[in-house]
T-cell receptor
């Protein structure tokens, strides 16, 4: 079993839709969770960073962590074509690694 | 501008010909790391460095070498490249360690024939 699992998609939605991107993780010791966004032919960039269970909001983006079920989500409201990218969840281990999910490719159609 | 710079962006080489991919960061970050990204496999860590002269293996270190002689530079060396090392490579750095936000370079697409 992978330490972080993420459905690779692709996910295609119409502009303005609410998007839900999800990851599960296996190790209950993981405490910090990140979402990275990667545009085509670019390196990933940090989108959101959360520590505790619950929600964290930043503009149209909301990150949610449910530690009881080992489930993390990223919601995008009023999605735009510029949100088309690959979204990667990640969590740091205690051995020098940042463990990434496989990434979900999102396409927002005008 | 704060950035991680990788060179070259694209590289085509032949099996067995030694190559180096350079990585430099201008943010005075302690932590640097190399990843490869392959379809269906995601980002996998090759090597990382917590500080100058300190390097450790990641998940897929076989066939790669790194060095950290200066804080800003973290080159990736392939002594004898093979076709299974054809991939997209990313260098990244962070302020302290893997728990701090990572800043990525724009990648090096390597093809080994």
């Amino acid at each position: 079993q992978k330490e972080v699992e993420q459905d690779p998609g692709p996910l295609s939605v119409p502009e303005g839709a609410i998007v839900s991107l999800n990851c599960t993780y296996s190790n209950s010791a993981f405490q910090y969770f990140m979402w990275y966004r990667q545009y085509s032919r670019k390196g990933p960039e940090l989108l959101m960073y959360t520590y505790s269970s619950g929600n964290k909001e930043d503009g149209r983006f909301t990150a949610q962590v449910d530690k009881s079920s080992k489930y993390i989500s990223l919601f995008i409201r009023d999605s735009q074509p510029s949100d088309s990218a690959t979204y990667l969840c990640a969590t740091p281990s205690n051995t020098g690694k940042l463990i990434f999910g496989q990434g979900t490719t999102l396409q927002v159609k005008p | 501008e704060a950035q991680v710079t990788q060179n070259p962006r694209y590289l085509i080489t032949v099996t067995g010909k030694k190559l180096t991919v350079t990585c430099s960061q201008n943010m005075n970050h302690e932590y640097m790391s190399w990843y490869r990204q392959d379809p269906g496999l995601g980002l996998r860590q090759i090597y990382y460095s917590m500080n100058v002269e300190v390097t450790d293996k990641g998940d897929v270190p076989e066939g790669y070498k790194v060095s950290r002689k200066e804080k800003r530079n973290f080159p990736l060396i392939l002594e004898s490249p093979s076709p299974n090392q054809t991939s997209l490579y990313f260098c990244a750095s962070s302020l302290i360690d893997q728990g701090s936000p990572l800043h990525f370079g724009n990648g090096t697409r390597l093809t080994v024939t």
